[in-house]
């Protein structure tokens, strides 16, 4: 008797750690970094305990640009505007607009001088490990999945003085150097479309919500 109830405890016990475990590992994996704690204290802050992700806010510390080159076969936007200027021009004005959401939050503490000037880049692969924060339409990615109709690659610094492409080096562990959405370019079944577009395209995903939230 004494033997089954010593079995039971330590399973009982083993049941805790394991559910504990569980728990723990899934705080180290979402939206947290875990500091290098092997580096000097001055750069790790001497602590292994997960910090969460974060972006400075400083006027016009988060630089943003968009990549111009856009997914004809298939067709990845959709837009009222048919010529190549004016399609540009709202796709532009749409992710201003997402943008808009994300400064307009009550509250918070990223304001729309936080963002750099929204520039254009004509090069398909504006998505790179370099500091800046792009969107791309037609930039293929391995993690294009079946079903994946966008992500967001963030790159995070798990020590001060971390630096990326021609970014400042960081000064916070958590800090986000650079933070790049891709949408689906190359499945012939997604398309989006900008709000003025997708009225008379009601089988297409809205640009808008897609790029604000992905």
Not at 39 to 44: F, I, K, R, Y
Not at 61 to 77: A, K, Q
């Amino acid at each position: 008797m004494r033997n089954s109830i010593r079995q039971i405890a330590a399973s009982s016990v083993a049941l805790l750690y394991a559910l504990w475990s569980v728990a723990a590992a899934h705080g180290y994996s979402f939206n947290q970094i875990v500091p290098d704690v092997r580096q000097p204290v001055s750069a790790s802050g001497g602590s292994a305990c997960p910090v969460p992700s974060h972006q400075l806010t400083a006027p016009g510390s988060i630089p943003i640009r968009w990549s111009t080159v856009l997914g004809s076969n298939p067709t990845t936007i959709i837009t009222s505007s048919q010529t190549p200027a004016g399609q540009v021009n709202e796709i532009q004005q749409v992710i201003q607009q997402a943008l808009a959401v994300w400064t307009g939050v009550t509250a918070t503490s990223l304001t729309p001088s936080s963002l750099g000037a929204l520039s254009q880049y004509a090069s398909a692969d504006a998505c790179a490990s370099d500091g800046i924060n792009s969107i791309c339409f037609d930039q293929p990615d391995l993690a294009f999945t079946p079903g994946v109709l966008a992500f967001t690659r963030i790159i995070t610094a798990d020590a001060i003085g971390i630096q990326v492409g021609n970014s400042a080096p960081s000064t916070e562990v958590g800090q986000i150097l650079d933070a790049d959405i891709y949408l689906n370019p190359s499945d012939s079944t997604v398309t989006f479309a900008t709000p003025s577009a997708l009225s008379a395209n009601p089988n297409s995903y809205d640009m808008e919500s897609t790029c604000g939230g992905p």
